[in-house]
């Protein structure tokens, strides 16, 4: 008889019912902090590999570069699977400093950065064809050398959102210049 008493008592006790309402409210802020973590994890995944896949897919299309490999080059010039390599490099630098400015919600509050960010796209994916496959030197300088510009806007842009962001792209900043000397450098071999 005393047993039941203690059970219906603790059943009536608000202290215990606080206890089961602060477990349950414990388990689901947990619940939903994983699931933004799973959310935040599958759009780095997507920020990430969709940069990569087109840099991948043009590569593969367009960067044999049969006119690159047979030409008298300077010692300073890179191999061509070193180009291929900068370039996948970039493409994931960028996709990740890009994802750093969407988590922030950079892209609703600075549109232009969006513009910027896909011109980079844009222009990355047509170096390749232009330098690789058509040859067409001069065409290529001019591609890189508006690379260099959306990138320095994107470095801009990408830095009034998330500094982090702002200064990732810096290396692939460097990249598009070190692509428009080599480009300089092919015009006059």
């Avoid at 320095?152 to 959102?161: L, T």
Wanted: with cysteine; aromatic share 12%; glycine share 8%.
């Amino acid at each position: 008889m005393e047993s039941q008493n203690l059970k219906l008592r603790s059943r009536d006790d608000p202290r215990f019912t606080t206890t089961t309402s602060n477990e349950k409210s414990r388990a689901n802020r947990r619940e939903k902090r994983m699931a933004m973590a799973k959310r935040g994890l599958r759009s780095l995944v997507i920020a990430v590999s969709f940069p990569l896949s087109l840099t991948l897919l043009n590569i593969y299309l367009f960067g044999s570069g049969r006119g690159y490999a047979s030409l008298a080059k300077p010692f300073w010039f890179p191999p061509l699977w070193l180009l291929h390599t900068g370039c996948l490099a970039s493409s994931f630098v960028m996709g990740l400093s890009a994802w750093f400015v969407w988590v922030e919600g950079g892209f609703h509050v600075k549109p232009t950065a969006l513009s910027l960010y896909l011109g980079y796209l844009g222009l990355s994916m047509a170096w390749h064809p232009t330098v690789f496959w058509m040859g067409a030197s001069w065409a290529g300088l001019l591609v890189s050398l508006a690379m260099v510009g959306t990138l320095v806007g994107c470095s801009r842009d990408f830095r009034k959102v998330n500094p982090i962001a702002g200064n990732s792209v810096m290396p692939c900043l460097a990249w598009a210049a070190f692509l428009a000397t080599v480009n300089l450098k092919l015009v006059f071999l």
